[in-house]
């Protein structure tokens, strides 16, 4: 359940950990499980990515989404640029809606990262941010008091 939760994007693994630790699926095994399950859209992404490049020639919807896309994850240029791999790292490491893996990807292809090194920036910023949702979802970090 936590795997699939995490491999729908949005949802990701900030909702499939809080939900298999609800359920009593054990902190570390949940982590683990959302990890995965994140990381698996990965290869999705950037196929779909370059499907949607391809596309957009062709297809105005296709140009429209890509526009869109690229439009939500301009503001992540800077720190990309600046920071290379961390800074994507640092982009997905904040487990809040809109920074996600989707985002990262397209995100880090807009400054020019070649897929190993954004794949490297996407894995540590998902251990980080699952990481963190797994300490709040414990009761071990307390993000509002």
């Given amino acids: 359940m936590v795997f699939l939760i995490s491999i729908v994007p949005i949802l990701e693994f900030k909702a499939g950990i809080p939900l ?3 359920k009593g699926i054990s902190p570390v095994w949940a982590t683990l ?10 290869p999705f992404n950037l196929l779909f990515l370059r499907l949607l490049r391809s596309l957009a ?3 105005p919807a296709a140009r429209r989404f890509l526009v869109w896309s690229r439009m939500r994850a301009r503001k992540h240029r800077p720190l990309i ?11 997905v490491g904040v487990p809040i809606p809109g920074t996600g893996l989707f985002t990262g990807t397209v995100a880090g292809s807009l400054i020019g990262l070649d897929d190993r090194s954004l794949a490297l920036g996407l ?4 251990v980080a941010a699952a990481t963190l949702v797994t300490l709040v979802s414990t009761g071990v970090l307390h993000l509002f008091w």
Avoid: D, K
Avoid at 33 to 42: H, P
Avoid at 123 to 126: A, D, E, N, V
């Fill in 81 to 91: 640029r600046r920071y290379g791999i961390l800074g994507v790292a640092l982009i």
């Fill in 20 to 22: 298999g630790i609800a």
């Fill in 33 to 42: 499980l959302g990890i995965l399950g994140t990381l698996v859209q990965l």
């Fill in 123 to 126: 894995l540590l910023g998902t």
């Fill in 57 to 59: 020639q062709r297809v």
